[in-house]
């Protein structure tokens, strides 16, 4: 679907695309390795900031078959915050940016990986390394599916609610 190959290496940036997000480090890092020869494809799901296809074309170089912005993919309002650990319950390796809140959700080369915002170099060496090495992906995968049930599933969190609260009383 998304007119990506059976194959492709996919890769799914949720959050609102504005700049602040820096939505074009994927771009690119995806454009590179398409450079390469990997068949590796960014796509992007969330509301769309006016002029942002362009400036992801420019950040891939012009190389329009490194991404797709899907738009706005839900009509109701979502935890944008809650699809890490939704992903990585689903046995996703998550990559994100290292800002508040990522350590709390992912340990850095255990279930997933952090890379500073607007890294660019990082994010590629992340991704190349997960495209050409599979057995370590499969890995972070089972790490990621097993680290958010034991810490996020919601009877999980209800106790820890639960305990914040017995606490503060």
């Known amino acids: 679907?998304?007119?990506v190959g059976p194959h492709a290496f996919v890769c799914v940036q949720l959050a609102r695309l504005a700049d602040i997000k820096r939505p074009q480090t994927l771009a690119a890092a995806c454009a590179s390795l398409r450079r390469e020869g990997?068949?590796?494809v960014a796509l992007f799901a969330g509301a769309d900031q006016p002029g942002m296809a362009d400036k992801l074309a420019a950040a891939a170089g012009g190389r329009s078959d490194a991404f797709r912005v899907l738009g706005h993919q839900s009509p109701r309002d979502v935890l944008w915050a809650s699809a890490i650990v939704e992903a990585m319950a689903c046995g996703v390796t998550p990559i994100r940016t290292r800002v508040e809140g990522a350590a709390d959700q992912i340990s850095d080369g255990v279930n997933g990986y952090l890379f500073d915002v607007g890294d660019e170099g990082r994010?590629?060496?992340?991704?190349?390394?997960?495209?050409?090495?599979?057995?370590?992906?499969?890995?972070?995968?089972?790490?990621?599916?097993?680290d958010a049930?034991?810490?996020?599933?919601?009877?999980?969190?209800a106790e820890k609610v639960i305990s914040t609260y017995q606490e503060l009383i």
Not at 131 to 142: F, G, N, P, T, V
Not at 149 to 157: I, L, N, P, Y
């Open 1 to 3: 679907g998304f007119g």
């Open 38 to 40: 990997k068949d590796v």
């Open 123 to 146: 994010l590629t060496e992340i991704l190349r390394m997960l495209y050409e090495d599979r057995a370590k992906l499969a890995a972070l995968s089972a790490a990621a599916e097993r």
């Open 149 to 157: 049930q034991a810490r996020f599933d919601s009877e999980v969190m």
